[in-house]
């Protein structure tokens, strides 16, 4: 969650969708709760700065995540300065951050947004959740497996055994 508000490292296509989609919400939910509010003077200047702060922060990871997007694209964030050219830069800025894909492994911005794991599934890096099959568990158990560490199940430690197997990520 953290990596919103830096520029290292890369955004795919789908994480920019979805970080632009949470911020039109969130200035969609605050434009509607300020149109809302009674016009006295302690909520006005309160909201004038509540303003500030929401409106700065979403302003802030909406650039944030047009560079990174750019990163994933081999290009550096000054690109975003496309996007001030009237007419043609807002529409090329769109249709390259939201439909071209970016490269394809490593760039000179960082490994890519996916990365193929060692049983072949793809993977988010960077805090992403993992794709968690039966092909992962067998793989996970395999290498917990070949440390040489020994384990026993908590079935098999109360049963009073303490020889046994993993049997992590099979079902029964």
């Known amino acids: 969650m953290g990596e919103i508000f830096w ?25 509607v709760s300020i149109y809302s509010k009674d016009k006295m003077t302690f909520a006005n200047n309160l909201l004038s700065f509540t303003s500030l702060c929401v409106i700065g922060a979403v302003t802030w990871v909406s650039f944030v995540n047009r560079i990174r997007r750019y990163h994933d694209l081999d290009k550096s964030g000054f690109w975003i300065f496309f996007a001030l050219i009237p007419i043609i830069g807002p529409m090329w800025q769109f249709i390259e951050l939201g439909f071209r894909r970016g490269t394809q492994g490593g760039n000179s911005y960082g490994p890519g947004p996916y990365v193929t794991s060692d049983h072949g599934t793809s993977e988010l890096t960077g805090g992403g959740l993992a794709k968690v099959d039966d092909a992962y568990l067998e793989n996970y158990a395999r290498r917990f497996q070949e440390q040489n560490v020994p384990h026993t199940s908590l079935a098999n430690s109360m049963a009073g055994s303490t020889q046994g197997t993993a049997s992590f990520g099979r079902r029964r």
Do not use: Q
């Open 7 to 31: 520029v290292d490292g890369r955004n795919a296509r789908g994480r920019y969708w979805m970080t632009a989609l949470v911020e039109f919400v969130v200035l969609l939910g605050y434009c």
